[in-house]
């Protein structure tokens, strides 16, 4: 959905502006959520005040986006609306995925040591780097709107999403764990959760007509909100 616009919109003062700072928006919270699960999994000694920083600047670009949008649309009310709708949604979504960071980051603070190696922490790991890849990877998907990787993506968020769940339950289940560990653990999975839940509808941006972004994928049997 987003190619054609993408190019148009550089030609745009006011839009162009909306879509550097959106860029600086994925690039941040890749930055941060690889740094946030390296301190909480690792304890590895990290500058937190550049997270609650670079927090500051996602935040502070979700509002430029939303003015420059808003300013744009003042002036042209009938040009590009439907993707101004979206890409103020898309923001916003980035702008909770930087929330859910901060959370992993107070999660390490609670629990200054790497986490145990046991079959929790390596369940864990390898979606945290799972989900850090699609990070990565989610601005590239989403300018040049490709619907393969973005539905690729939307699969890996329900496998998520089931595998999380599963955790929980073993976690609530297991009477060996600590409770310290097993909140720890319960927090973490939660948390990783909703960033791969708010990545996803960000990329059903580039697969889903506006009515239905934040939804299942279009042709699904299932329409059900992405939670």
Do not use: C
């Not at 920083?53 to 744009?72: P, Y």
């Not at 040049?144 to 073993?170: C, M, N, S």
């Amino acid at each position: 959905m987003f190619k054609k616009i993408f190019n148009t919109w550089r030609r745009e003062g006011l839009l162009n502006q909306a879509l550097d700072a959106t860029e600086n928006m994925f690039l941040l919270a890749s930055h941060n959520f690889d740094i946030a699960t390296d301190e909480l999994v690792n304890n590895l000694d990290v500058n937190r005040a550049d997270i609650y920083a670079n927090d500051q600047k996602i935040n502070a670009n979700e509002k430029n986006v939303r003015r420059k949008v808003l300013e744009h649309l003042t002036l042209n009310p009938k040009q590009d609306t439907t993707h101004a709708l979206i890409l103020i949604t898309v923001v916003k979504d980035l702008e909770r995925i930087g929330d859910y960071i901060k959370n992993i980051v107070e999660l390490a603070y609670q629990y200054p040591k790497p986490l145990p190696d046991d079959k929790y922490t390596r369940e864990l790991i390898t979606i945290r780097n799972n989900l850090g890849i699609h990070l990565k990877d989610a601005l590239g998907i989403f300018k040049v709107g490709d619907k393969d990787k973005a539905q690729t993506f939307y699969l890996y968020y329900r496998e998520v999403t089931k595998k999380t769940d599963a955790l929980l339950i073993h976690i609530l289940g297991d009477s060996k764990l600590k409770v310290r560990e097993a909140v720890i653990y319960a927090l973490f999975a939660r948390y990783l959760k909703r960033i791969s839940a708010h990545l996803a509808n960000i990329l059903t941006t580039v697969i889903n007509p506006f009515h239905l972004v934040g939804y299942g994928v279009k042709g699904e049997e299932d329409k059900e909100e992405i939670d």
